[in-house]
């Protein structure tokens, strides 16, 4: 009992303690991959100590008959079926909640593909997907589908450089899969909707996700070029947060950016 007790109390801190320690300061402006590791390995920490007080107590039950007395043969039977209810239910409630994940992120990324585009290699693995629209954005698609997509309005807007900036922005996420980490947060999240810190957590991990992929474009395209990006979508879009973003680059000192890729002509067409 008392092992669980510990596990429960690990996994209570992890949760509690974490999103407290990690909000505090503005280190994690300056370091935002290390700042997204630590949030997810206090996630992760929680849930493994939690799985470990589940697995104890089931192990309790299962010894129940080499008890000492009644009494604790009832208790550790009680605390281990318990604990099997409490894992069945957290299994439906992961389930239920990554079943509406899954299902609105396709719906998203299938209303993106279904406007009329046109497509040409960017690299490789990945595509440049140029949507006829009036509405100022771009994005990227992971999985089979892997491309980054702009929309027209988006290369109307943009100088060729802060459009390969952009894109080497979208091209970031799709390298570091962050489309993973905001899928564990918002599935944290749907599942323990009224968990302050699961919230915490989907507000950083959006932010941070953000700002490594800005470091990673600035880079590769220069600083400068994503920064007037930001400021000019900022300004067809009333997103405040992008100014904030540029202003960040902007304070910063960055080595020369590196040389674009040799399919980067598909970004001056």
């Known amino acids: 009992m008392i092992a669980i007790g510990v596990c429960l109390g690990v996994a209570a801190l992890a949760w509690w303690a974490g999103p407290r320690l990690l909000t505090m300061g503005h280190w994690q402006v300056r370091h935002p991959r290390l700042a997204l590791a630590a949030w997810h390995a206090a996630l992760g920490t929680g849930a493994l100590a939690a799985a470990a007080s589940i697995a104890t107590a089931v192990l309790a039950t299962l010894s129940a008959g080499d008890a000492s007395d009644g009494a604790s043969a009832v208790i550790q039977t009680v605390v281990g079926w318990g604990a099997l209810g409490a894992l069945g239910a957290a299994l439906l409630v992961v389930g239920a909640g990554s079943d509406a994940l899954v299902g609105a992120g396709r719906r998203t990324y299938g209303d993106i593909l279904t406007l009329p585009h046109s497509a040409e290699p960017l690299d490789r693995r990945t595509s440049l997907r140029t949507c006829r629209s009036d509405d100022v954005f771009a994005c990227s698609i992971p999985g089979e589908e892997r491309a980054v997509v702009v929309s027209t309005a988006m290369r109307e807007v943009l100088t060729p450089a802060q ?73 067809r879009t009333g997103d405040v947060s992008m100014e904030i973003r540029a202003e960040r680059l902007a304070e910063r000192t960055w080595a020369p950016a590196r040389t674009l890729t040799a399919a980067s002509p598909a970004l001056t067409s």
């Open 163 to 235: 459009l390969r900036a952009v894109v080497e922005h979208e091209r970031a996420h799709l390298r570091g899969n962050h489309y993973i980490a905001l899928r564990l947060a918002e599935l944290n999240c749907a599942c323990l909707p009224s968990l302050r810190s699961a919230k915490k957590l989907l507000r950083a991990t959006t932010l941070l996700v953000e700002l490594i992929a800005d470091d990673a474009a600035a880079r590769r395209a220069g600083a400068v070029h994503l920064a007037n990006a930001l400021v000019v979508v900022a300004a």
